[in-house]
C-alpha cells in the first residue's frame, strides 16, 4: 500500500498498475521498460500537463471531431493505464477502439481484450490474428491493421506507439495522434500531432476538449489544425525539460 502523502504517490501507483498488468499477460517485458522511459520525462516535465500539450491536445480534439473513420489504438501500456478513458473517449467521439501490439501473442491480445471489456468496450477490432492487412502492403508485424478499423481509419490516435509504426501509418496518408512524454522519440517526431503528456492526464484532456470543441463549425475545426506545427510544439515541449536549477 503506497501512503498517500508519499511525494511520488501517483507515480507510484502508476508503476503499480504496470508491474501488475506485467504480472497478468497484459504487457510484455518491454512494456516496463517503455513505462520506465515515460516515467523519467514525465519527471523532468514535472508531472504536469504543459502549455504545448494543452495545444496539442485541442489540436488533436479538433483533428478526431473532424475525421470521417476515427480510430483509438490501444496496446499493453494504454490498457493497463487508461483503458477506461479510452473507452469514453471512444463513446464521445463514435470512435472504434483496436487492439494492435507490438509483440503480439494470441493470449495477450486475449488479456487486453478482457482489460477492454471490463472497461466497457463492446466493439473491439483488431483481435482476430488471421485478418489482419498490412498497410500499404508493407509485410511486417509493423504494418498490420485491422481491415475495418485501423487499415481504414483517416485519424488514428496511437498513444506510446513505435517509431516505425509511426512511420509507416504517416506514410499511408493518416492523421497520426500520438501521446508520448518523449519530445526526442521517432514516434514524437513522425507523428502528425504529438501530445508530449502522461498518458493517465491527456486522455481525459481530449475528451474535454472535445466536449468544448464538439458545436464549433467545420473552418473553426480546420483552423485549429492549420496553426498548429508539431515540430514547433515539440520544440517548446523540449524547453520545459530544460534544467534551470537543482
Ligand atoms: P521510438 O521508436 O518512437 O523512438 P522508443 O523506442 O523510445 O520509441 P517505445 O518503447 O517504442 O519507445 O515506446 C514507448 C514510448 O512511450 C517512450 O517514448 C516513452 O517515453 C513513452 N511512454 C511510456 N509511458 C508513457 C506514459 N504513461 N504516457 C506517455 N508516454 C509514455
Given at each position: 500500500?503506497?501512503?498517500?502523502n ?14 501488475k ?5 497484459i ?11 515515460g ?5 523532468l516535465?514535472g ?10 491536445i485541442r489540436?488533436a480534439?479538433a483533428?478526431?471531431?473532424l475525421?470521417d ?5 490501444v496496446n ?19 470512435a472504434k477502439?483496436?487492439i494492435?501490439?507490438f509483440?503480439?501473442t494470441?493470449k495477450r ?12 468496450a463492446?466493439?473491439?477490432?483488431g483481435t482476430?490474428s488471421?485478418?489482419?492487412?498490412y498497410?500499404e502492403?508493407?509485410e ?10 485501423i487499415?481504414?481509419?483517416?485519424v488514428?490516435?496511437?498513444?506510446l506507439?513505435d ?8 506514410n ?6 500520438t ?8 514516434t514524437?517526431?513522425?507523428?502528425s ?5 502522461n498518458?493517465v492526464?491527456a486522455i481525459p ?5 472535445v466536449?468544448?470543441?464538439k458545436e464549433k463549425?467545420?473552418?473553426s475545426?480546420?483552423?485549429?489544425l492549420?496553426s ?11 524547453k ?6 537543482l
Amino acid at each position: 500500500m503506497i501512503p498517500k502523502n508519499h511525494p511520488r504517490y501517483q507515480s507510484l501507483v502508476l508503476r503499480d498498475k504496470i508491474v501488475k498488468a506485467h504480472k497478468n499477460g497484459i504487457l510484455a517485458d518491454s512494456g516496463m521498460i517503455a513505462h520506465g522511459r515515460g516515467e523519467a520525462f514525465d519527471y523532468l516535465i514535472g508531472e504536469v500537463t504543459s502549455a504545448p500539450a494543452k495545444e496539442a491536445i485541442r489540436t488533436a480534439a479538433a483533428a478526431l471531431l473532424l475525421a470521417d473513420n476515427p480510430v483509438l489504438s490501444v496496446n499493453g501500456n494504454t490498457a493497463a493505464l487508461a483503458a477506461e478513458e479510452i473507452v469514453e473517449l471512444s463513446r464521445f467521439l463514435e470512435a472504434k477502439i483496436e487492439i494492435n501490439l507490438f509483440y503480439r501473442t494470441p493470449k495477450r491480445v486475449e488479456n487486453v481484450e478482457k482489460v477492454l471489456k471490463k472497461a466497457g468496450a463492446s466493439q473491439i477490432y483488431g483481435t482476430d490474428s488471421d485478418n489482419l492487412k498490412y498497410i500499404e502492403g508493407i509485410e511486417s508485424p509493423r504494418a498490420t491493421a485491422s481491415a475495418e478499423g485501423i487499415f481504414k481509419a483517416d485519424v488514428i490516435l496511437v498513444p506510446l506507439e513505435d517509431g516505425d509504426r509511426a512511420e509507416i501509418l504517416v506514410n499511408s496518408g493518416k492523421t497520426v495522434i500520438t501521446v508520448d512524454l518523449n519530445p526526442l522519440s521517432r514516434t514524437s517526431k513522425k507523428s502528425s500531432i504529438t501530445i508530449v503528456d502522461n498518458i493517465v492526464r491527456a486522455i481525459p484532456l481530449i475528451k474535454e476538449e472535445v466536449l468544448s470543441l464538439k458545436e464549433k463549425d467545420i473552418n473553426s475545426l480546420k483552423n485549429i489544425l492549420k496553426s498548429f506545427n508539431n515540430e514547433k510544439n515539440l520544440k517548446e515541449s523540449l524547453k520545459i525539460i530544460e534544467i534551470k536549477e537543482l
